[in-house]
């Protein structure tokens, strides 16, 4: 236990700094803005909100209390206000990091990505504690500065050598800059010092790339079977070990690790499938009659990659971004926000409202969605966007963006499922994968709508399989990027020496050269019939 001498510089420090922030406020105000730090707090948001509006009219310019502004309207994803606020803060406080910090966060939400990185740039050039740069590694990486997030992480890591949050930051952007060995080292260090073993294990094995030793698999048996493990620690050894033991040839263990894993994932992910449903048909109906063509058709500057998760949409995205003219993106969440926010203001969810939209409403809302994306393309003429689920959203892409290109990538059905099933995704996301029924439902209907939007849109939606890329890639990289209105390049037959940053599960394995195929799941043979079974009753006619 830390002495109470041991303790005491870095509660000196606190409160100096805390005294320094203050320097400016009138007693009384001082009392006032303690007030408002300890409503925070505790939670409070009613009691923090009043209590700051009170002292704002008093002092309202003071950075501490523009901070606070910041951090109020930041909670509230009001980005615009926070913007302002933080702003005003900053300007009086050129060294403060963690004010930049949160000053780039918020410009990044609010879609101005040139102001977000120079922000970035000016927290780095501030002097701060472990935990402040650590949280610049965290806010560069979510806005796709993994270059500076990089460099953030290893501040932090300098400052404190034994955060294990920040190893695993930094194996993170590893992985995504492509440097397999260094997550990998990164990752085997936590797990060798008995830190954050559950997590350190599900990211070295989520490299994909970088094989475990048979000590190493014994050991990650070993500390999944332990008693006593929580809930989540559990989830992600299970899923680690599903994958070791798969690797291993030892199916019906990896299996069985596999289901324990994804119960679990379902119980804390639960799956909808006939309020899905319902959505689905929804969604066709709004469209079965395209929208008002637009007068000035706009979008030849974006190129969409939509299907399941899994279905190597990945891989397609670094074969494009390998062309000189293309950038990739990955996952974008603009086209969603842009719909949400349209269905805010109307009051209605998407797609009730697309029947009252006019060719105005959609160019307007296409207009949005190139403003939040533009700084992917301010280097390169055309970015992509593979966010997997915007194949919901084609009939308003096409729409909103009519001279866009849309490739819904497939491929075959019980490996994309099967891949799924291994992968432990986002909270919040990809709910369908944990179950073989709700996976099954979700691939039907993502074939089915995207067979009927490449019908109705034959010129700017084509279907990619993984197996025909993989099978023909000169031949099928020449019809792609036909279709794509691009001229060939041969550098996009080398794919895997273009240099980007990738954040997907595949981010290190579309690093290396095409293979002629993955059949991981037809090596488990009959143990997987329920998932075949599954597959064969969805596709019964509805």
């Not at 070993?222 to 070791?244: E, I």
């Not at 009051?347 to 939040?372: E, I, K, M, N």
């Not at 084509?462 to 041969?490: K, S, W």
């Not at 290190?508 to 075949?532: E, F």
Request: aromatic share 8%; charged share 20%; proline share 5%.
């Amino acid at each position: 236990m830390p002495s109470q001498t041991s303790t005491r510089p870095a509660s000196d420090a606190l409160a100096a700094d805390l005294r320094k922030r203050l320097r400016g406020l009138a007693p009384a105000l001082v009392v006032m803005m303690r007030q408002v730090m300890r409503l925070h707090a505790a939670g409070d948001r009613h009691g923090f909100a009043f209590e700051l509006t009170r002292l704002h009219q008093h002092a309202p310019d003071h950075p501490e209390v523009q901070f606070w502004l910041g951090v109020l309207h930041t909670e509230s994803g009001a980005w615009t206000e926070a913007v302002r606020a933080l702003s005003l803060a900053a300007a009086q406080r050129g060294d403060d990091l963690p004010l930049w910090t949160m000053l780039g966060a918020a410009q990044g939400n609010a879609g101005d990505t040139a102001r977000a990185r120079q922000s970035f740039q000016r927290a780095a050039n501030c002097e701060g504690s472990a935990s402040h740069w650590l949280k610049l590694s965290i806010e560069c990486d979510r806005q796709g500065f993994y270059d500076e997030a990089l460099q953030a992480v290893d501040t932090a890591l300098r400052l404190d050598r034994q955060s294990a949050v920040a190893l695993l930051q930094r194996a993170r952007c590893h992985k995504a800059l492509g440097h397999a060995e260094a997550a990998a080292a990164d990752c085997r260090s936590l797990i060798a010092s008995g830190r954050e073993t559950a997590r350190a294990w599900f990211a070295l094995v989520d490299l994909k790339t970088v094989p475990l030793s048979e000590t190493e698999r014994q050991q990650l048996d070993t500390a999944a079977q332990r008693p006593n493990l929580a809930a989540a620690d559990r989830q992600l050894l299970d899923f680690a070990l599903g994958q070791a033991l798969e690797d291993a040839g030892e199916y019906e263990r990896a299996l069985a690790a596999f289901h324990r894993a994804n119960v679990a994932a379902r119980a804390a992910n639960p799956w909808n499938g006939a309020a899905f449903a319902s959505r689905i048909e929804t969604i066709r109906a709004a469209f079965e009659h395209p929208p008002i063509a637009q007068a000035s058709p706009q979008g030849r500057e974006v190129i969409f990659l939509v299907g399941l998760p899994r279905s190597g949409s990945t891989l397609i995205e670094q074969v494009l971004a390998a062309h000189p003219a293309v950038e990739g993106a990955s996952e974008l969440p603009y086209l969603g926000q842009v719909i949400e926010a349209e269905s805010r203001r109307r009051g209605r969810p998407f797609p009730a409202w697309v029947c009252d939209a006019s060719a105005d409403d959609w160019t307007r809302l296409g207009q949005q969605y190139l403003q939040l994306s533009a700084r992917w393309r301010q280097h390169k003429s055309i970015a992509t966007d593979k966010l997997p689920d915007n194949w919901l959203y084609v009939g308003a892409i096409r729409a909103m963006l009519p001279e866009a290109r849309i490739i819904d990538c497939r491929r075959e059905p019980l490996e994309t499922c099967w891949s799924c099933y291994k992968q432990l995704f986002a909270p919040g996301l990809a709910s369908f994968s944990y179950g073989f029924d709700g996976l099954a439902q979700y691939w039907q209907a993502c074939e089915r709508l995207g067979d009927s939007w490449a019908r109705s849109h034959s010129a700017h939606v084509r279907i990619q399989t993984y197996e025909a890329l993989v099978a023909q890639p000169e031949a099928q990289i020449r019809d792609l990027l036909a279709f794509c209105e691009l001229p060939f390049d041969a550098t996009c037959l080398d794919f895997q020496n273009a240099s980007r940053a990738i954040r997907t599960p595949s981010a290190l394995q579309v690093r290396q050269p095409m293979r002629q195929t993955s059949t991981r799941a037809k090596r488990y043979g009959p143990l997987l019939d329920p998932l075949r079974s599954a597959l064969q009753r969805a596709q019964a006619p509805p």
